[in-house]
């Protein structure tokens, strides 16, 4: 099919609730992506950090080809191997021996992790009642449903779409105070991404997720982190939590988990988790066989190419040429980050910036209007690491991408 008649097909049947840039995609490989007129583009963020191994990595497409000839789907009412291999090798990564639960996607998880505080708020409150108020941050993405959405500190994402769900309160990132100040008998858990992802990029301040434990310890509450976008080694942990020793009661997964095939899912520590008794929760794909063999072929992946080892030096170089650019250009406020996970504060807008680097074949994100997102795949070589910096620099520098 032609790109124009495509693009129709979408006019006319498909809800138009994306803002979509008009190239239609049909195949990749690794960091590379082409059209449907064979034009290629490097990818700075593939499948919006579902792509952490690249476009179609190796071992997650045979993993999925054996396994979707052998079995498809089976419910959660029998037992199948890979999901109980993949929530091991899920809990030997943590520090807490969590007890995983697998569902399909990031919103999902997040609303099985407030289900399950509430569930073991029930009855801890005054008076015999239920604790079930959970604290979130400003600048926080934990998804569309519902839970999540209100869980998401962004008004701009509620809007139209009230009343939300009771019981939440919202404390600005970073700051320790806040969140001790909304702490009240009924609160049961905080909510937190180790590293906010849509919401710019934003790493935590020295002390800040202990000090979040401390309270959390101090008035029996869960720590939930939202690890969908910063979990499964993006960092440079497993866990980015891992970075700031901290150990939290329930981390919840998507994206990445398996190497861009849907799945989600949390880890909770065993007496936390086993509040989620049979009909308290379910998710008629969670955990089904061709997403847990991906996940399980995405962690040999990583395990097997020292890809943990390789983001950490990636994150440097990105680091470096960045914060040298930094001095060129008034463009450029700040440069943030964590492993494969780098943000760029624009001191304008960033969406011409994303068109320029379209027009020179490189795929990067604008989030939160200013700010340069890339989440690359682990295994990017330093030459399309290059590649794609002298791209983004000869946008900063030159036109601002018109
Ligand atoms: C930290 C975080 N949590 C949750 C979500 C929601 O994930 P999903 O789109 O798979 O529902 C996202 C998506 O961007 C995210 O970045």
């Given at each position: ?28 490989e690794g960091s590379y ?9 490097l990818d700075f963020f593939p499948g919006w950090g579902c792509g952490l191994l690249g476009h179609?990595p ?137 590293v906010?992802g849509?919401?710019?990029v934003?790493l ?25 976008q910063s979990g499964m080694g993006r960092t440079g942990k497993w866990y980015a939590?891992q970075h ?11 994206k990445a988990?398996?190497g ?38 995405t962690i040999?992946t990583i395990e097997e190419e020292n890809l943990l080892e390789r983001v950490q030096t990636l994150g440097e170089r990105f680091r470096a040429r960045f914060t040298a650019l930094k ?8 440069v943030r980050v964590k492993g494969a996970m780098i943000g760029i ?12 680097c379209?027009?020179?074949?490189l795929l990067i994100n ?6 340069i997102r890339l989440l690359p795949a682990m295994n990017l070589s330093d030459a399309e690491a290059d590649e794609g910096m002298n791209i983004l620099e ?9």
């Open positions: 099919m032609q790109p124009s008649d495509i693009i129709d097909l979408f006019k006319t049947y498909v809800i138009a609730n994306y803002t979509r840039y008009p190239v239609c995609l049909t195949r990749g992506i082409w059209d449907t007129e064979g034009t290629k583009y179609c190796p071992k997650v497409v045979k993993a999925v080809q054996e396994q979707v000839a052998r079995l498809i789907h089976v419910p959660n009412t029998w037992y199948v191997e890979s999901q109980g291999l993949l929530a091991k090798e899920l809990s030997i990564r943590t520090e807490f021996a969590g007890k995983c639960f697998f569902c399909n996607s990031g919103t999902e998880a997040n609303e099985a992790a407030i289900k399950l505080a509430r569930l073991n708020g029930a009855g801890t409150g005054p008076n015999g009642g239920n604790r079930y108020k959970i604290i979130t941050m400003f600048d926080s993405f934990h998804g569309r449903t519902m839970g999540a959405l209100t869980a998401t500190a962004q008004p701009k994402y509620h809007q139209g779409v009230g009343p939300m769900l009771p019981g939440f309160a919202y404390a600005p990132f970073g700051d320790l105070d806040a969140v001790a100040k909304l702490i009240d008998a009924e609160t049961i858990a905080v909510m937190v991404e180790p906010q849509e919401g710019g934003n935590p301040p020295a002390g800040y997720l202990e000090g979040l434990r401390e309270l959390c310890d101090r008035h029996k509450m869960l720590l939930i982190c939202d690890e969908v939590h700031w020793k901290v150990k939290p009661d329930i981390v919840t997964l998507a988990l398996g861009g095939v849907a799945v989600g899912g949390l880890i909770a520590k065993p007496e936390v988790g086993e509040k989620l008794k049979p009909g308290t929760h379910a998710a008629t794909f969670g955990g089904n066989p061709i997403a847990c063999a991906a996940a399980l072929a040999q001095d060129k250009t008034p463009l450029i406020r700040e504060q624009l001191a304008t807008d960033g969406v011409p910036i994303v068109q320029g379209l027009k020179r074949q604008c989030t939160h209007g200013t700010v000869e946008v900063l520098l030159g036109e601002r991408g018109a």
